[in-house]
């Protein structure tokens, strides 16, 4: 079995709804998880924007949120999640804070990638780690990988 994320909030390729969002009340989407690998000893969660800040004429990904040491035989994170799983820590998102942070496009619609990635290995806490440091460290350690892609215009 494939690993896979899903959102009872939104659909593959579907809109984010506005709750979500800071035109809402920027809340973390429920999130669901499946068929983590059986040798996997953690998950990583990173939420990020491709199309910053233009669609038509991207420069940069903009990081959303960025979990790490989710415990495998958590199937998935509650909508405004406050409580996180034992052992979750967290990294910097691109407003420099830990935590969620929702879509807030300046223009167009943008893609929001929810990618999950079951590791060989537990990480040490790397102390607020950016997304370039998180990857750096999961390198060598990716097992699976699944991807949930929403999106969202402002005024939607």
Same mark, same amino acid.
């Given at each position: 079995?494939?690993?896979?994320?899903?959102?009872?909030?939104?659909?593959?390729?579907?809109?984010?709804?506005?709750?979500?969002?800071?035109?809402?009340?920027?809340?973390?989407?429920?999130?669901?998880?499946?068929?983590?690998?059986?040798?996997?000893?953690?998950?990583?969660?990173?939420?990020?924007?491709?199309?910053?800040? !233009?669609?038509?004429?991207?420069?940069?990904?903009?990081?959303?949120?960025?979990?790490?040491?989710?415990?495998? !035989?958590?199937?998935?994170?509650?909508?405004?999640?406050?409580?996180?799983?034992?052992?979750?820590?967290?990294?910097?998102?691109?407003?420099?804070?830990?935590?969620?942070?929702?879509?807030?496009?300046?223009?167009?619609?943008?893609?929001?990638?929810?990618?999950?990635?079951?590791?060989?290995?537990?990480?040490?806490?790397? #102390?607020?780690?950016?997304?370039?440091?998180?990857? #750096?460290?999961? #390198?060598?350690?990716?097992?699976?990988?699944? #991807?949930?892609?929403?999106?969202?215009?402002?005024?939607?």
């Amino acid at each position: 079995m494939a690993l896979t994320i899903t959102s009872s909030a939104f659909a593959e390729g579907g809109t984010i709804p506005a709750l979500y969002t800071c035109e809402g009340r920027d809340l973390s989407p429920p999130l669901a998880w499946s068929g983590v690998p059986a040798d996997a000893r953690s998950l990583v969660l990173i939420v990020d924007d491709p199309d910053a800040p !233009d669609p038509a004429a991207p420069r940069m990904t903009w990081v959303h949120w960025l979990l790490y040491n989710l415990p495998v !035989d958590v199937g998935g994170l509650a909508e405004a999640v406050r409580a996180l799983p034992a052992g979750t820590l967290e990294g910097m998102n691109d407003w420099r804070r830990a935590g969620y942070g929702g879509p807030c496009p300046p223009i167009g619609r943008h893609r929001y990638f929810h990618k999950l990635y079951a590791l060989d290995v537990v990480l040490p806490d790397l #102390q607020g780690p950016t997304k370039r440091r998180l990857e #750096q460290a999961m #390198q060598g350690h990716i097992l699976a990988e699944a #991807q949930l892609v929403g999106t969202y215009q402002k005024g939607d």
